[in-house]
């Protein structure tokens, strides 16, 4: 199978693009990006306090137990003889993540001494084991 030259030359189909479209060889630089200008330490968001799951209509797991025959106050299962409770969850700090170990009141933590509460709970945790 025999090439020509031609067939071999490389083609830059970007730049020809780039010459239809009449767009410059080198991007523009982007604009910079807007930094927080406001003095003073970033204000902290407390969690918001979760509703009863067993009182709220717009839970979806109360939806989905109601529409199976499930009444309120009656238990679970069968025979109605299981949890009649919701599960509570307990609340833990954004970002806590799977290393978390017990749920903790969050609304006391400035951003601060938290850091400081979390390096604490970690060195227990590395001379505990």
Avoid: C
Avoid at 43 to 59: R, W
């Amino acid at each position: 199978a025999e090439e020509t030259a031609g067939e071999n030359k490389y083609r830059d189909r970007a730049q020809e693009r780039r010459l239809v479209h009449n767009q410059p060889d080198v991007p523009p630089p982007s604009p910079p990006r807007k930094t927080r200008t406001a003095d003073g330490p970033i204000p902290e968001v407390a969690p918001t306090p979760p509703v009863d799951p067993g009182k709220d209509d717009n839970n979806i797991g109360n939806k989905m137990l109601k529409k199976m025959g499930w009444s309120e106050g009656s238990g679970l299962g069968a025979e109605g003889e299981g949890r009649s409770e919701p599960v509570t969850a307990a609340v833990y700090a954004s970002g806590a993540g799977i290393g978390a170990s017990k749920g903790k009141e969050v609304t006391g933590f400035t951003a601060a001494n938290y850091a400081d509460a979390a390096k604490e709970a970690a060195r227990e945790r590395y001379q505990a084991s």
